[in-house]
């Protein structure tokens, strides 16, 4: 799978498992659309190149298993909300990013050492 084109629907959020799709080159979404979830600092990058957000995904994916993200080196300029949903979080790798607010809702992540 090169491309894949999801215009024209209502989705919400893109599921993890999308991340496994390594070959995938171009993602083709509507502009406006209804994707929250990853955030549009990453949608933004998938009309020239896929990779970027196809790994982020891997990393979301592995986090639900080990309980640790690594979301290092990513364009992101604030927490993705994704990040806020995994609460069993242990650790949190955000160096190399574009982050200009941490929110309150940091506070939800209690098992971060």
């Given at each position: 799978l090169?491309?894949?084109?999801?215009?024209?629907?209502?989705?919400?959020?893109?599921?993890?498992?999308?991340?496994?799709?390594?070959a995938l080159k171009h993602l083709v979404?509507?502009?406006?659309?209804?994707?929250i979830i990853p955030c549009d600092d990453l949608l933004r990058t998938c009309g020239q190149d896929a990779t970027?957000?196809?790994?982020?995904?891997?990393?979301?994916?592995?986090?639900?298993?080990?309980?640790?993200?690594e979301l290092?080196?990513?364009?992101v300029n604030m927490m993705p909300k994704e990040v806020f949903e995994l609460t069993s979080l242990t650790?949190?790798?955000?160096?190399?990013?574009?982050?200009?607010?941490v929110g309150a809702e940091i506070e939800a992540l209690q098992h971060l050492t």
């Open positions: 090169e491309v894949l084109n999801i215009s024209r629907n209502h989705l919400t959020r893109l599921p993890y498992g999308l991340g496994f799709c390594t979404i509507d502009e406006p659309h209804t994707v970027i957000l196809t790994r982020y995904l891997r990393q979301f994916h592995q986090a639900c298993i080990d309980n640790k993200l290092n080196g990513f364009i650790a949190l790798h955000m160096s190399g990013n574009s982050l200009k607010v």
